[in-house]
């Protein structure tokens, strides 16, 4: 009979915990090699093989020309041609081999939004400057969907937020209008998938005047519609498209710290997941994928203007 209950105690504890297991979020964070500089608030794009770091508060300055480019086989940091002007709050994406680095502000507050468009070679390590943006904005949200860039949101030289849509055609190198976002907001997360734009989250002024919007642009339609709210509602966290989710990390700002959440909306469902959250929260973080891993350089671990060189990654199974 006693071994029958230690048995049984043992099947009990075993059972637990497997359910314990398998409620637990998935996915798994990990840290790299840290960055020789503080920064905050600068472009994650991953391109070529390498994770490249742009602009943001850094050396000092609340806006940087600094560029720095990991590689993930060495995990080492080396310097690379800077930008051809400084920038806070730019956004980058990837495109044909191509970075582009689009918006950005010149100080803290959302002060001195820029127009800047600049395209970057990885591979002859050298810049250019494209056609500028009709209205200057910061902390836009960037995506490309058919070979064209979509500039949508930000905040303006005004400092106020803004619901204007820009598209920009590299052929042409000219920007042309979209339909305008449908709630003005800036610091949202961002991504294209199968032909459309997701522009989630944000907020419309202060941190504390956050969203859950889920807006989604139709290019051939030229409209929008809605999707499911972000489940966590917050501004200023980094999105990427990761294994056919759009995952969303951290944001500003709450009681105790910045959003350590990490929350996927898997566009074949229509659902949000819940994955394991950041080992530390952070805001003014972008986000960039290789498609196995998804990288997050520097940011805000705290609450208001902070800085961190702490490279970390996030992968699911």
Same mark, same amino acid.
């Given at each position: 009979?006693?071994?029958d ?10 059972a637990?915990?497997?359910a *314990?297991?398998?409620?637990?979020p998935q996915?798994?964070?990990?840290e790299?090699?840290? !960055? =020789?500089?503080?920064? %905050? $608030?600068a472009?994650?794009?991953f =391109? ?5 770091v742009m602009?943001g508060?850094?050396r ?5 020309t600094l560029v #720095?480019e990991?590689?993930p086989?060495?995990?080492t940091?080396?310097e690379?041609a800077? !930008?051809?002007g &400084?920038? %806070?709050?730019?956004?980058?994406l990837? !495109?044909?081999g191509k970075i ?6 010149l100080a803290?507050?959302?002060?001195g939004?820029q127009? =800047? ?5 990885? =591979?002859a390590?050298?810049w250019r *400057?494209?056609?500028p943006?009709k209205v ?5 949200a960037?995506a490309?969907v058919?070979g ?7 905040r @303006? ?6 619901a204007?849509h820009?598209i920009y ?6 920007? @042309?209008?979209?339909?305008?976002l ?8 961002a991504?294209?998938?199968n032909?459309?734009?997701?522009v989630?989250?944000?907020? #419309?002024?202060t941190?504390a005047?956050?969203?859950?919007r889920h807006?989604?642009y139709d290019p051939?339609?030229n409209?929008w @519609? @809605?999707g &499911? &709210?972000?489940?966590? #509602?917050?501004?200023g966290g980094?999105?990427?498209?990761y294994?056919g989710m759009?995952?969303?990390?951290g944001?500003e700002c709450?009681?105790?710290? &910045?959003?350590? $959440?990490t ?6 469902t229509?659902?949000?997941?819940t994955?394991a959250p !950041?080992?530390v929260?952070k ?9 196995t #891993?998804v990288y997050?350089?520097g ?7 902070s800085f961190?060189?702490?490279?970390? *990654?996030?992968?699911?199974p």
């Open positions: 009979m006693r071994v209950r230690i048995a049984l105690c043992l099947c009990v504890s075993v637990c915990l497997a *314990t297991s398998a409620q637990a996915g798994v964070w990990a790299k090699a840290a !960055m =020789a500089d503080l920064r %905050s $608030e472009a994650n794009v =391109a070529n093989g390498k994770l490249y602009g508060l850094a000092g300055l609340e806006s940087h #720095t990991w590689d086989v060495a995990n940091w080396r690379r800077p !930008m051809p &400084p920038l %806070s709050h730019p956004q980058g990837e !495109m044909n582009y680095v689009i918006g950005g502000f803290q507050v959302h002060v939004a127009n =800047a468009a600049f395209e970057y070679d990885p =591979a390590d050298r *400057t494209l056609a943006l200057a904005r910061g902390s836009i960037v490309a058919n064209k860039i979509h500039a949508i949101g930000g @303006t030289p005004d400092r106020v937020t803004s204007v820009e055609d590299p052929a042409t190198n000219t920007w @042309t209008d979209g339909a305008p449908p709630l003005a907001r800036d610091h949202t997360a991504a294209a998938v032909g459309r734009i997701h989630i989250g944000g907020r #419309t002024n941190p005047e956050g969203v859950n807006d989604i051939v339609k409209a @519609t @809605t &499911p &709210p972000l489940p966590t #509602t917050r501004s980094a999105s990427v498209l294994k759009i995952v969303v990390m944001g709450r009681s105790g710290g &910045p959003f350590d $959440e929350e996927g909306f898997d566009v074949k229509g659902q949000w997941r994955f !950041m080992p929260g805001h003014g973080i972008t986000a960039s994928t290789d498609g #891993t997050i350089a940011g805000n671990p705290e609450c208001g203007m961190s060189n702490r490279l970390v *990654t996030f992968t699911l």
